[in-house]
């Protein structure tokens, strides 16, 4: 697995910017929970980065946002 937008996370200035481009730039992967694992992984990373969270705690954050589809949040 890699992320291919990791660019978008040091370009753009906030997370909602970073993941609209992560989902663009995932256009070979248009099936529903590979979108969402990759908007997942961006706003995880880009609170890592930008929030100094820890891996933990930025993916507790994320996965509890109402957004965060169902297969994420099981998953988690």
């Given at each position: 697995m890699a992320i291919?937008?990791?660019?978008?996370?040091?370009?753009?200035?906030?997370?909602?910017?970073a993941v609209h481009c992560a989902r663009k730039a995932m256009f070979t992967h248009r099936e529903t929970t590979a979108l969402d694992g990759g908007e997942f992984f961006t706003r995880v990373a880009y609170r890592i980065i930008h929030s100094n969270l820890t891996p933990l705690l930025a993916i507790?954050?994320?996965?509890?946002?109402?957004?965060?589809?169902?297969?994420i949040?099981?998953?988690?």
């Amino acid at each position: 697995m890699a992320i291919r937008s990791s660019a978008c996370l040091a370009y753009y200035k906030s997370e909602e910017d970073a993941v609209h481009c992560a989902r663009k730039a995932m256009f070979t992967h248009r099936e529903t929970t590979a979108l969402d694992g990759g908007e997942f992984f961006t706003r995880v990373a880009y609170r890592i980065i930008h929030s100094n969270l820890t891996p933990l705690l930025a993916i507790k954050e994320v996965s509890a946002l109402s957004s965060t589809s169902d297969f994420i949040k099981g998953k988690v």
